[in-house]
């Protein structure tokens, strides 16, 4: 990393970090806890008369609401989204216990973003924003003025893709995310970090017919194969302050962690994050998840979040397991519209200096847009969809990349399909050869079975089928190839 963007990350860490050892009342402050609404109890200091008694805010499945007693306001006024209060059916307000607030503070309080005053569901991968209806899931304690979260998944996966490229494997994957925030000034002070167990599978990753990206051995692409992520797929550090009622100005850093470009990345998608198979637009859209080297600065008007990513360009190497540096030499922007609780709009572009290893001083530019759409379609049904659209630009070619995803969910079963579609130039070893549209239809469904109050295992398979073009068909063996995948998971929720 350069002498400039390495002082200027570490600034934002030891701002982070003297940030954190200030004290800040809880009653100042939403409290925050993605996807659970905890009612909670609390005695005041006097009581002049009895109040009277109402039921807590909707609990999670399995758990038991119970009733408390309101208190009368005594402390401030606590900031609520009322944008978001007016669409509460179609994504509750969440609550979770204010502990240490002053006798008399209201005991519900309305969870927040940790880049704004808006609802928490709202926020998904790196500063990328979801559906306010979507769906968060996680093991939540509290010690003090911090709120600490967890959520993983580990999927052991049998994977086959037939014809000559084909290939089977039995591999490992998923992800584990710890979160610590507390409240800052009027804002929120918050460290993420996300690791992953695709290392275990090798270098050369898991056989994926018309993937393309990275490599294994650093002289060779990847094809027909899905890089394994590396160990880590975040560490990074935010602040925000909110600067009126619904509008906040934010910072974000990390060493790794995902730049102002591109939709939530796939595993975080609720339209498809059931699905243990990589898009194979991975490369057009949300490949950038994991940049070494991140700074964003960004402002919330309500429902409208403007943002700008410096950041390192250059894709992580075949070495999984350590933490690169390098210069934050690209540049991102990014526009997100919530026009509703169901619905999340982003466009971006980004300039992206050296990306490709194997392809030195060549940059490339891309562009991407996209709708995130999440809405309880009936009593315990719930549909959740992504359109995307992402661009690449290189050696003066346009190559485009379009994805349709869906989830159907009711009690321990999801449904889950893929649709997409690109333009492809590296499925070959030809040096900057012609471009190949091929595409891929996936359909697939698991089923989950509860061990415990917060751990679940599932089971599920996937179906694929495969489209190349007759130029290829000879090298695939078909015109349509199959692929098949069966698993099982742990999930921590």
């Known amino acids: 990393m350069s002498g400039s963007n390495h002082k200027v990350l570490l600034a934002v860490s030891a701002l982070t970090v003297a940030f954190a050892a200030q004290s800040a009342p809880a009653s100042a402050q939403h409290m925050h806890m993605p996807g659970m609404q905890m009612p909670t109890t609390k005695k005041a200091a006097t009581k002049k008369k009895a109040a009277p008694k109402r039921k807590a805010a909707t609990a999670p499945a399995g758990s038991k609401p119970i009733e408390h007693e309101a208190t009368p306001s005594a402390g401030p ?17 969440s609550t979770m216990p204010m502990q240490d607030a002053p006798h008399g503070a209201g005991h519900e309080m309305a969870m927040t973003g940790a880049l ?83 290392p275990l599978m090798g270098k050369s990753g898991y056989p994926l017919l018309l993937a393309s990206g990275e490599t294994a051995n650093g002289r060779d692409r990847l094809i027909d194969r899905q890089h394994p992520h590396d160990l880590f797929m975040e560490l990074s550090a935010s602040v925000s302050q909110n600067i009126g009622k619904t509008s906040s100005v934010f910072v974000y850093a990390a060493l790794p962690g995902e730049p102002a470009f591109g939709p939530p990345a796939f595993m975080h998608r609720e339209a498809i994050l059931d699905s243990p198979e990589a898009p194979i637009s991975h490369h057009w859209l949300d490949s950038t998840h994991i940049s070494f080297g991140v700074l ?114 009711h009690a321990s079963w999801t449904l889950f399909g893929r649709g997409e579609m690109t333009e492809n130039r590296e499925l070959t070893q030809v040096e900057d050869g012609p471009a190949y549209r091929v595409g891929k239809i996936s359909l697939g469904a ?44 742990l999930k921590l929720h």
């Open 116 to 198: 704004g005053p808006y609802p928490m569901e709202r926020e998904s991968s790196g500063t990328a924003w979801q559906p306010d209806a979507s769906e968060h899931v996680g093991l939540m304690s509290m010690s003090g003025d911090w709120t600490l979260m967890a959520h993983g998944v580990v999927n052991l996966v049998y994977d086959h893709q037939s014809g000559r490229r084909g290939d089977d494997k039995l591999f490992a994957s998923g992800m584990l995310m710890g979160m610590a925030r507390r409240p800052l000034g009027n804002g929120t002070l918050q460290f993420k970090a996300m690791l992953s167990p695709d």
């Open 296 to 409: 964003t600065g960004g402002m919330v008007l309500d429902r409208v979040k403007l943002e700008v990513s410096r950041f390192n360009g250059r894709e992580p190497d075949q070495h999984r397991w350590n933490i690169e540096t390098g210069p934050l030499d690209s540049t991102a922007v990014r526009v997100s519209w919530n026009p509703t609780p169901e619905l999340a709009l982003q466009g971006s572009w980004g300039h992206f200096t050296d990306p490709e290893q194997l392809e030195p001083g060549v940059d490339q530019k891309r562009l991407s847009a996209s709708a995130l759409y999440a809405r309880e379609i009936a009593p315990g049904w719930k549909l959740a969809g992504t359109l995307a659209w992402g661009r690449k630009t290189s050696h003066g070619h346009h190559d485009d990349a379009y994805v349709m995803e869906a989830s159907l969910r």
């Open 77 to 93: 006024a606590m900031p609520m989204n009322h944008s978001h209060m007016e669409h509460d059916q179609a994504a509750p307000m």
């Open 446 to 489: 698991v089923r989950d079975f509860d061990l415990a109050e917060h751990l679940s295992l599932g089971a599920g398979g996937l179906i694929a089928l495969n489209f190349v073009p007759g130029s290829l068909a000879s090298i695939y063996g078909a015109h349509n190839p199959l692929g098949a995948m069966g698993f099982v998971r």
